[in-house]
């Protein structure tokens, strides 16, 4: 299934680099969502996008940056990152809050 | 007390056996439940969406409890391939605010 693609599918990065994930999605959704899930805590929801709005930043530190140029696309850049940021990087899309949301792949992200 | 809660497991069950998980939220403005499927290394699916009245998907059933607030799984003579992490997702009405269980895994056993 390709309706949501995230890229890279895995990264490494070391804490002083500058990096990008990418989340596209080709299911005509108007909402996108970065989600991070760490080894043995629930998906935690860090933005959401509604028609390129944000309108959840669920309280991210600084360093993780998401820009969203029009409702398809969703980039997080990332900066200065820390070893506890190593996840898997999750980034989904809906039609609509209360429809079901369909995820990419992933990003496992490893911090060096 | 956590949004939306699940025993972590692992349940463990032989083939064929019927299995049952639950999930409780916390906030009773919920208004769509989810059931997903996250397989090792992989991104949730979305196996059912559970709807007021009960809903039957195969071997699968889901449950809503408002008063009691928690939302359930069943499957039916489990396989093989079922073996996997369950996420109960719940969403408050007019948010895009998407909740996670941490997960119930299962194991099936041949």
């Known amino acids: 299934e390709t309706g949501v693609t995230q890229t890279p599918r895995h990264l490494v990065m070391g804490m002083t680099n500058k990096k990008s994930l990418k989340c596209e999605q080709h299911?005509?959704?108007?909402?996108m969502y970065w989600y991070k899930q760490s080894a043995k805590k629930p998906l935690e929801l860090m933005f959401v996008y509604n028609f390129k709005e944000q309108t959840e930043n669920n309280s991210v530190p600084s360093r993780f940056s998401p820009e969203c140029p029009n409702s398809s696309h969703l980039f997080l850049h990332l900066h200065t990152l820390q070893p506890e940021d190593s996840a898997l990087y999750l980034c989904a899309s809906s039609q609509e809050g209360g429809w079901v949301a369909f995820f990419g792949q992933g990003t496992r992200l490893t911090v060096v | 007390r956590k949004e939306v809660e699940q025993d972590p497991g692992p349940f463990n069950v032989p083939e064929g056996a019927t299995v049952a998980f639950n999930c409780t939220y916390s906030?009773?403005?919920?208004?769509?439940f989810f059931w997903y499927r996250q397989d090792c290394r992989k991104e949730p699916k979305l196996l059912m969406s559970?709807?007021?009245s009960g809903n039957e998907d195969g071997r699968f059933t889901a449950q809503l409890n408002r008063a009691s607030q928690y939302i359930s799984l069943l499957i039916r003579d489990s396989k093989l391939s079922d073996s996997a992490t369950y996420l109960c997702v719940v969403l408050t009405s007019g948010t895009y605010k998407y909740i996670f269980g941490t997960g119930t895994r299962l194991k099936v056993l041949a």
């Open positions: 906030n009773s403005a919920s208004q769509s």
């Open positions: 559970v709807y007021s």
């Open positions: 299911l005509g959704h108007n909402a």
